[in-house]
């Protein structure tokens, strides 16, 4: 069967948007020619950084015949419905159509239509031009005549309806050849914006820039090959990072991986040629974070550091050139190591700026105050400035400054929750954002945290305090790690949680795909903290607590007075439906003065804060479930345990992982058979509406079984709920396993539908008292099995 080759060779491709348009070729050729009626064996998409190739073999040579029936009107039906009829059918005369008949319907005529298969030559002539203007590149641009402006001269061109071909960078050449293996192949001349597509393309820009004619791929790769150019991207990652490894430990080096970094290089070049370059010693005072990002972000440079130093980097660079230069890349070398000395000396300047005062320390004195702030220190300066510059964190929850108010508040009640030094989580908030008013941190963003850490250890702030500023961004997804200890844990939750409570409390929630502000990844690292840690927090309140503490920064921007301006931000913000709630506006006002008194925590939850509340609480508990599936708990079991008022995900947890456990073993089925069963009839009878008594009467129990079935429900209840108070949850549901013995009694003897009402209600309270025996561990209904 015949092999289909495409190469669409361009200027250069940025390396960011190789890997996908390179799949995203694959997608839509194939899909096209299946569309078209085509078969293929496999397809593999390749790319450069001048080129898009595609290798489908075992292509169809043609599509099938297909035959068509098409059914028409009845035979009684007016002439101009026939007419239409015999067009769409392609008919000449109604002759040439058959009569049917339906029992219902009756007569009516029918066409059989036979389409010819078309050749794959054809087809792909067909398809391509249409695929290649369409191309969905994240950014295009016109090039050619076509792309002139009118009145630009080129009249030969206006005036024609040329659409000219957008491309990612200007496309300079098509291949695209079919034929078998053995025989002779075909180029397939299809032609779009004046490229026509042939069996010619071109190897390296400087090394092979001539003609080459291929034929099929196998050929194709080992030409291009021959003209210096790779055309497997994994080979080139292979090549690059063997032989940066290999320079390296050739002198006495060793290479930081680093996987990002690698992909794009790979997308640079064709011919990939591993160099050491050199830099001044001097600069090695400058952090190795500054160092590494400075060489990967300006000259695509990786670092190395000594062999067995990790802490440590080395005063080289590996760089990875496109050209095998006869000197051996001593030009290169020196030509990348003068922007690399440049670069670092900016580097070097912003850390040495960063540490010393800022020139307007008498303006900054208000801030300073506001959160004891010792302007002597530099970190602190930042800060002041952060929050004197009123640096805005978002439109609709106020500034930075604000916002660091908010979380140090938060936090001061998390501390003893937690279990942190209240002192020291009380200054690493204060100074966990200062860092953004920082060069470094200013140049490289990336850097924020870990750049803070660096300058509260310069100025003498305690390890836990300075470990905290870095780890309050952690953690940054489900692999990263975890703030380090139980202040910066209290400083992460409450950054986390004030960001979550802040984005529901203006509707900025996140929908479907799209979570612009990382919430999803937000929620799931207080999950993680939270279980992980063995932290046992109250959700509800934290949230309600969190939640007015942003309500009043935003109440207080308004006027302290309740007036008509101040309705229309209210609604806005979703409290308000209409102009009649001015008592929901003043409930707000009185819960914010109680607030800014210190006595929030004594003031009732009101309606709008509990459903708000609940609502963040269940998007809480779809990242528990993410969370707990991630780790090998069931989908069922998680349901058995977790209640839409939740609140302890820690205890839910536990709960998940006891039940997992006990569930397969005697004791855990003869507790899921024994409850199931009870469950089931009671919910079957209450959907009914049967009567149900508020409790079990004694004086109604007749029967022994019944009699016995209550005495050890009584008893099960007991030594169940002694141990869910002690978090024993297994032998809570060792407990309740012994219920099953009286439940298969009870069954066996006794006719729950008692004809006398109240027998009746007595004994479904029974299985009712079973139900909420097992409720305190889990809702065992919903369990499969």
Partial sequence: MPDLLLELRSEEIPARMQRKAAGDLKKMVTDALVDAGLTYEGAREYWTPRRLTLDIRGLTARSADIKEEKKGPSVSAPQGAIDGFLRGAGLSSIDQAIIKTDPKKGDFYVAYMEKPGRAAEEIIADVMPGIIRAFPWPKSMRSGFASMPKGSGYGGIEGKGMESLRWVRPLQSIVCTFGPEHDEVQVIPFEIDGIVASNVTYGHRFHAPDAITVKRFDDYVTNLERAKVILDAERRKDMILHDARD?????????????????????????????????????????????????????????????????????????????????????????????????????????????????????????????????????????????????????????????????????????????????????????????LRTEAVGEFPELQGAMGRKYALLQGENASVAAAIEDHWKPNGPSDRLPEDRVGLTVALADKLDTLVGFWAIDEKPTGSKDPYAL????????????????????????????????????????????????????????????????????????????????????APQDWELARTADLLSFFHDRLKVYLRDQGARHDIIDAVLTPDADDLLMV????????????????????????????????????????????????????????????????????????????????????????????????????????????????ALLKAIREATGTVADFSKITG
Avoid at 384 to 394: E, G, M, P, Q, S
Avoid at 590 to 598: E, K, R
Wanted: proline residues 2%.
């Fill in 520 to 603: 999803r990844r937000a929620a799931l690292g207080v999950v993680r903290m939270i279980l992980e840690k063995g932290i046992r927090l109250p959700f509800s309140a934290a949230l309600i607590r969190s939640g007015r503490m942003i309500m009043a920064q935003l109440l207080e921007a308004q006027a302290s007075k309740i007036d008509a301006g101040m309705i229309a931000p209210m609604r806005q913000m979703g409290e308000l439906s209409g102009d009649g709630q001015l008592s929901k506006l003043v409930n707000l006002s009185q819960t914010t003065a109680a607030l800014m008194s210190g006595g929030a925590n004594e003031v």
């Fill in 653 to 764: 947890a536990r709960k998940a992982e006891a039940l997992t456990a006990f569930i397969t073993s005697e004791d855990g089925l003869n507790l899921l058979a024994g409850t199931k069963r009870a469950t089931q009839l009671l919910a079957a009878e209450e959907k009914k509406g049967t009567v149900v008594a508020d409790g079990v009467s004694e004086a109604l129990l007749k029967l022994d079984a019944e009699k016995s079935l209550f005495a050890a429900i009584q008893s099960a209840s007991k030594s169940a709920a002694e141990a869910v108070a002690s978090e024993d949850f297994r032998s809570a549901m060792q407990a309740l396993s012994t219920l099953r013995g009286p439940v298969d009694t009870f069954f066996e003897a006794v006719l729950v539908n008692d004809e006398d009402a109240a027998i009746r209600a007595n004994r479904l």
């Fill in 247 to 435: 320079i390296a430990f050739a002198n006495g080096l060793e290479l930081v991986e680093d996987e990002g970094l690698l992909e794009e290089v790979s997308g640079l070049v064709e011919w990939p040629q591993v160099l050491l370059g050199t830099f001044e010693e001097d600069y090695l005072s400058i952090p190795a974070e500054i160092i590494r990002l400075t060489i990967k972000t300006n000259q695509k440079c990786f670092v190395v550091r000594p062999q067995g130093e990790a802490d440590k980097l080395s005063n080289h660079f590996i760089l990875i050139s496109n050209i095998q230069a006869t000197d051996g890349g001593k030009e290169i070398m020196h030509g990348n190591g003068k922007v690399v000395r440049a670069r670092l000396s900016d580097a070097l300047h912003f850390w040495k700026r960063d540490q010393g005062d800022l020139p307007d320390l008498d303006t900054l004195k208000a801030s300073a105050a506001k959160f004891d702030l010792d302007l002597k220190k530099p970190l602190d300066q930042r800060m002041a400035k952060l929050d004197a510059l009123n640096v805005t964190f978002h439109a609709k929850l106020g500034m930075q400054g604000e916002r660091v108010a908010r979380i140090r508040a938060l936090a001061k009640e998390l501390a003893p929750i937690v279990g942190a030094d209240a002192a020291d989580v009380d200054r690493a908030v204060v100074l966990a954002k200062a860092d």
